[in-house]
């Protein structure tokens, strides 16, 4: 179903018209006085399809997701093949998929959600119509992993499941509308500035873990996962990190940063120019995602130090470096994992191949236009918080340096591809980890239908939640400091203080005012709750 609501299920009424009537639309076109006849066709569509419009004929096989801002043709196209002419420079990925493994999501979206609906508590303020669309390029697609359980790299060890010869005889009472409540609702937390400030925890947090891992009145764990734009190492080596300063084990089955879904795009690209990370630990992220060849600028340096001519290359970045005579190695795509570490050189090398004949390092094409090689970001924030006390520069503004840079040399306006919030295709992989989650810690298979998303950046948490149809806390403890809601991007849930303020209100709307968030079981229970691993009483 493809489905379009005001003025822009106008447009795609005036589409649908134009696109399944060619022979009338073309012959209408050059009767005199044409230009008032498709006037009256255009008010025509409008009156009769004011709303909304529905092309049932969209073959199942379709992996694109329908989309507001993408017109989808419901001609079923061979597999291979494509049923439009889609240039290299207009799709930065490859039309021909060589593996089922990924989904490919829409780049491009609507400014304002259509998805209203879903949220089931107030909502949508009139500042809603200053939300912007999706910075990515238009025409693109985002590919996501197909099923996170069996694609995700690196996973760690699965997180113990109920102890039911403790709790099996406590929980035979337990309201059964609760524990269906507390299964029909979620989480998705950012991390800095809602969890962390950098490496040191934010109080409340470690009794948001508590309460959401199992102590509190029916001993159940209530879904959630971490949705960071942070990066920059492999989800095991970060998830240990965040387990050990929250004191609280988290599971790499529900955890996605920036680049997670990143990890698609192996089926796609073999040789690629990973930047940005501490050292050399993007390499062993992209290589975790099944990339095979995988070159950070540092190999490039060790190659030929003059690319770099204000670079200080160690002699530990020398031993750890992987240099290779890349006058012979043609580059597929450019993916920027995180925050560079050395801009001049991640900069230079980055312009080097974008402006390169078929992405060859030391070659200049003729027209670079005309072929631009694709290039990836895993996230678009411009600052976020750590424990200084302003917010610090981020890769939003890394990209929006590299696309002024791109314009002064060759006029045109780079083409790429942004993942990460407030993007659409990581909130659908959110969904596929949530429904993957609940199968881990319930065996249930669904997708709960509150989902509340809390976050401290209205820029990309809060507005990423509220189109997508989640329900969104803003808290004060990140980017945001406001008395009231942010003006442009409300959270529609409500602004608290702290994290733990946000929760206990959910839980409590959901599961009612007088659900109790401590678990009132004996001593061993509470021990093997708070204690001894994420459980939780059913399962």
Request: aromatic share 10%; proline share 6%.
């Amino acid at each position: 179903m493809y489905k379009s609501h005001g003025s822009q299920g106008y447009l795609d009424s005036w589409f649908f018209f134009t696109h399944y009537h060619p022979p009338l639309f073309s012959t209408l076109s050059f009767l005199p006085k044409a230009g008032l006849f498709l006037a009256y066709i255009h008010i025509y569509i409008y009156i009769r399809y004011p709303t909304s419009i529905q092309i049932s004929s969209i073959p199942a096989n379709m992996s694109l997701i329908p989309d507001t801002d993408l017109m989808l043709s419901s001609k079923e196209v061979p597999k291979g093949e494509s049923n439009q002419k889609k240039d290299y420079k207009d799709i930065p990925i490859p039309s021909n998929l060589q593996s089922g493994n990924a989904i490919e999501v829409p780049a491009s979206r609507s400014s304002i959600s259509d998805a209203g609906h879903l949220i089931h508590n107030l909502s949508i303020s009139p500042s809603m119509k200053f939300r912007r669309a999706s910075r990515n390029s238009f025409g693109t697609s985002l590919p996501i992993p197909r099923s996170p359980r069996a694609s995700r790299a690196s996973l760690g060890p699965d997180v113990p499941g109920a102890l039911r010869d403790i709790l099996a005889s406590q929980v035979q009472d337990l309201s059964k509308e609760k524990v269906k409540a507390a299964k029909n609702m979620a989480f998705a937390f950012d991390i800095d500035g809602v969890l962390l400030h950098g490496d040191k925890i934010i109080p409340e947090s470690r009794r948001v873990m508590e309460l959401l891992n199992g102590d509190n009145e029916l001993g159940i764990k209530i879904p959630y996962i971490l949705l960071t734009n942070g990066g920059g190492k492999t989800e095991v080596d970060r998830v240990e990190q965040i387990s050990r300063i929250l004191g609280s084990p988290i599971s790499t089955a529900q955890f996605i940063q920036s680049h997670t879904p990143m990890q698609a795009l192996a089926e796609y690209y073999e040789t690629v120019l990973v930047v940005g990370g501490e050292g050399f630990t993007t390499r062993a992220a992209a290589e975790a995602y099944g990339f095979k060849n995988v070159v950070v600028p540092k190999d490039i340096v060790a190659w030929d130090p003059s690319i770099s001519p204000w670079r200080n290359f160690t002699e530990e970045d020398r031993k750890q470096a992987r240099p290779q005579d890349f006058d012979n190695v043609t580059f597929d795509a450019i993916l920027v994992f995180a925050d560079s570490r050395d801009y001049a050189t991640d900069f230079q090398i980055i312009m080097d191949l974008l402006l390169s004949e078929n992405g060859r390092l030391r070659t200049k094409a003729k027209d670079p236009l005309a072929k631009q090689m694709p290039i990836y970001f895993s996230q678009g924030d411009i600052i976020f918080q750590t424990d200084h006390k302003l917010p610090r520069m981020t890769q939003g503004l890394f990209r929006m340096a590299l696309e002024t840079m791109y314009k002064s040399l060759t006029g045109g306006d780079l083409e790429r591809v942004v993942y990460g919030k407030p993007e659409l295709a990581t909130y659908k992989y959110a969904d596929e980890v949530i429904m993957s989650w609940m199968k881990e810690i319930h065996n249930e298979h669904i997708l709960p239908e509150n989902i509340y998303m809390i976050g401290d950046n209205p820029a990309s948490d809060i507005i990423g939640g509220n189109m997508y149809g989640w329900n969104t806390c803003l808290v004060r403890t990140g980017v945001f400091k406001g008395k009231g809601n942010d003006e442009n991007s409300p959270a529609n849930f409500g602004v608290f203080d702290t994290v733990l303020d946000a929760v206990q209100a959910t839980v409590r709307k959901e599961l009612g005012h007088e659900f109790k968030l401590r678990w009132s079981g004996n001593e061993k229970v509470k021990s093997a709750l708070n204690g001894e691993g994420n459980v939780s009483a059913i399962e």
